[in-house]
Nanobody, 121 residues
Framework: QVQLVESGGGSVQAGGSLRLSCVASGYTFSRWCMGWFRQAPGKEREGVAAGTYYADSVNGRFAISRDVAKKTVYLQMNSLKPEDSAIYYC????????????????????WGQGTQVTVSS
């Protein structure tokens, strides 16, 4: 059974940093693509980072990485802005091999429960 568990969310002031973690289990972590997505109130879920792809809105500020031994994918978020406030989800795409990932939501079959990030001005 595939499970993804996010952590690391919280409240931070604009300009601050957070690091999100997502621990995976139930599959061969090294093979699948992993991505980070977010959803703000009243907005659609959008892709943030996966493999070498970044959304334009976060490029240069966020960095995705993974530790295969720990079966964990990270999202380092720097220079946070109020518009980065959202629930952040990690997800797994079994059909693609890291780092050749895409940010298309429909590709991702497995999702975590999400972690809240709030950035105040």
């Amino acid at each position: 059974q595939v499970q993804l568990v996010e952590s690391g969310g919280g409240s931070v002031q604009a300009g601050g940093s957070l690091r999100l973690s997502c621990v995976a289990s139930g599959y061969t972590f090294s093979r699948w693509c992993m991505g980070w997505f977010r959803q703000a109130p009243g907005k659609e879920r959008e892709g943030v980072a996966a493999g070498t792809y970044y959304a334009d809105s976060v490029n240069g500020r966020f960095a995705i990485s993974r530790d295969v031994a720990k079966k964990t994918v990270y999202l380092q978020m720097n220079s946070l802005k109020p518009e980065d406030s959202a629930i952040y989800y990690c997800a797994a795409d079994p059909a693609a091999r890291w780092p050749y990932c895409q940010l298309a939501l429909g590709r991702y079959d497995y999702w975590g429960q999400g972690t809240q990030v709030t950035v105040s001005s």
